[in-house]
């Protein structure tokens, strides 16, 4: 048990569409980073938030943002869905910007 | 660039054998993190160790043990007397000192069967 809620667990939208994903992180966690999964592939960064602030960002179009809230909640939004957005998407958080991370069990987005 | 191999796809073992999952890495800073994580079924990445640069001491943990070998670049991880609960897939990562970004290998499949 990480204390990092996702949701919606599994989700489906057709190209074009918009996607919010959701996360709620433990009190004090106020390190918010998001890793996209393809089937078989290792997690990729796609961002990091501390402090409602972007502080990294990975290989990743604009259509792929942000927001980070007070309430040690997060989102991922995707415009413009394409299928090759279907993934398996991880949110983790920690307290600071050091130290371990805590997964979730991630959204499982399907692009058709 | 900074890069992770884990060349092993799959294993499968029979149940009290010992694994060993290997990681290798590549990165030009001088200063670093490793890390190792397991991934259920249920999704979640689960840390198991991370392991600055400067500490080449080897670590176990039960029935698990790494071995940091920086003259060759790997990170590797024993499992000693598998059981059927460590089937899953495990990732290897590197960080640099400095951010959050985890660079993941493709993880290796690990199936242990009674």
């Known amino acids: 048990e990480t204390g990092v809620t996702q949701s919606p667990t599994h989700l489906i939208k057709t190209r074009g569409q918009q996607v919010t994903l959701r996360c709620s992180s433990q009190s004090g966690h106020n390190t918010v980073s998001w890793y996209q999964q393809a089937l078989g592939q290792g997690p990729q960064f796609i961002f990091q938030y501390y402090r409602e602030e972007e502080n990294g960002r990975g290989n990743f179009p604009p259509r792929f943002s942000g927001l980070q809230f007070p309430n040690y909640s997060s989102e991922l939004n995707v415009n413009a869905l394409e299928l090759d957005d279907s993934a398996l998407y991880l949110c983790a958080s920690r307290p600071g910007q050091t130290g371990e991370l805590f997964f979730g069990e991630g959204s499982r987005l399907t692009v058709l | 660039a900074q890069k992770v191999t884990q060349a092993q796809t799959e294993i499968s073992v029979v149940e009290k054998e010992d694994v060993t999952l290997d990681c290798v890495y590549e990165t030009r800073d001088t200063t670093y993190y490793l890390f190792w994580y397991k991934q259920p079924p249920s999704g979640e990445l689960v840390f198991l160790i991370r392991?600055?640069?400067?500490?080449?001491q080897n670590e176990i943990s039960g029935r698990y043990s790494w071995n940091f070998q920086k003259s060759t670049s790997s990170f590797n991880f024993t499992i000693t007397a598998s059981q059927v609960v460590d089937s899953a897939v495990y990732f290897c990562?590197?960080?640099?000192?400095?951010?959050?970004?985890?660079?993941f290998g493709t993880g290796t499949r690990l199936q242990v069967f009674p």
């Open positions: 990562a590197l960080s640099d000192y400095n951010t959050d970004k985890l660079i």
């Open positions: 392991r600055n640069s400067f500490d080449e």
